[in-house]
């Protein structure tokens, strides 16, 4: 396999758009968005060294060691079988061995990407935005909108700007419907604000293969300091199809605590961080190296997604969120 990149990342991604947040370690990552690379047509040879180095990756480092082994058997035979002969346009190579991998492990992280993701990536020194809508609406409810969960040093210094703004509601809004994903900390760091500060508390575990063994080791996120705590009112985190990943976290995590309540629409049921795997020719592989595992369920959402409390179409999710922070019924589009 030619030079090979294997980064920590939350995906948060679909097949037309894939956006990812890639790391070097727990402590550092950063956002970077796939290129459209020019295609450039596959030769034989190139479609057998990308097979052999999504088989390695998924022998050496898939967090299923199981599964990973069948899924490179697969891939193995389907090459011995001449199914890649006619292969010559990577986007299409790229969107068949997702789907190859995807049937077999039924992971949703499990992605073959066509186009480098660090082409046009930001030098480390440039501003980020930290995705936070912040406004307040009528009864005196805030509302935030957040897009990802961005690295803490950027992350927390608006997320304590945005509660500190909405400290005094009377009922707050916390809406992940576009949420796809990013820093498992910044997650935790945002529920510590509706966490009793006299407390700490255990939030998630994420389950990391050591490569090439079947030994795992165990990385724990904990509730922590914050500015303000917003404690004793009542808290809606908005769900829909599009909430993924770190943002199923969110709201995985602050419903088994019972500090929320989850309004909307099923979520996607992606659980598992993955490693990113450079193959040569503008193709990347993302194999899930790690996965979440909650301290109280002993699970995680993976496969399943995050079932509302309330459910609401996706048109109604704010609305009817809306409708019970003033205490009234929920509206007749919630389901």
């Known amino acids: 396999m030619s030079h090979r990149r294997s980064l920590f990342i939350f995906i948060a991604a679909c097949f037309a758009t894939i956006s990812a947040l890639v790391a070097v370690s727990s402590a550092a990552r950063t956002e970077v ?11 034989q040879t190139t479609v057998r060294q990308v097979i052999g180095g999504i088989t390695a990756e998924l022998l050496e480092g898939y967090v299923f060691p199981d599964k990973g082994a069948q899924a490179a058997d697969a891939l193995e035979k389907a090459l011995r079988a001449n199914a890649y002969a006619g292969v010559t346009d990577p986007v299409q190579f790229a969107l068949q061995l997702t789907e190859q991998l995807q049937a077999i492990t039924k992971d949703s992280h499990m992605k073959v990407i066509f186009g480098s993701p660090f082409r046009h990536q930001s ?32 992350f927390n210094p608006a997320a304590d700007d945005a509660m500190r703004h909405l400290s005094d509601t009377a ?5 992940m419907r ?38 795992f080791r165990t990385e724990s996120f904990w509730s922590s300091p914050t500015p303000v705590r917003y404690l004793g009112k009542p808290v809606y985190v908005l769900v829909g199809p599009k909430t993924y ?15 929320v309540t989850v309004v909307g629409e099923n979520t996607r049921g992606g659980a598992n961080p993955g490693g990113l795997n450079e193959l040569g020719s503008d193709l990347f ?7 979440a595992e909650n301290p109280i369920t002993h699970g995680n ?3 399943v997604g995050v079932r509302p409390d309330v459910q609401a179409t996706l048109g109604a999710t704010q609305e009817t969120a809306v409708a019970l922070a003033k205490g009234q019924p929920a509206t007749q589009s919630a389901r």
């Open 301 to 303: 959402w993976g496969g």
């Open 33 to 43: 968005v796939p290129d459209t690379a020019q295609s450039v047509p596959l030769d």
């Open 171 to 175: 009922s707050l809004i916390i809406d």
């Open 123 to 154: 030098p480390p020194s440039a501003p980020q935005d930290a995705g936070f809508e912040v406004k307040r609406l009528d009864g005196n409810i805030g509302y935030i909108h957040l897009a990802r969960f961005v690295p803490p040093e950027v």
């Open 245 to 259: 990943s770190a943002g199923e976290e969110f709201a995985y995590d602050l419903q088994v605590l019972k500090r």
């Open 285 to 291: 592989v993302v194999i899930p190296i790690g996965r």
């Open 178 to 215: 576009d949420n796809g994903g990013g820093h498992p900390a910044s997650v935790a760091y945002l529920i510590s604000f509706f966490l009793d500060p006299g407390k700490r508390v255990h939030i998630n575990d994420l389950i990391w293969r050591n490569r090439g063994t079947s030994t």
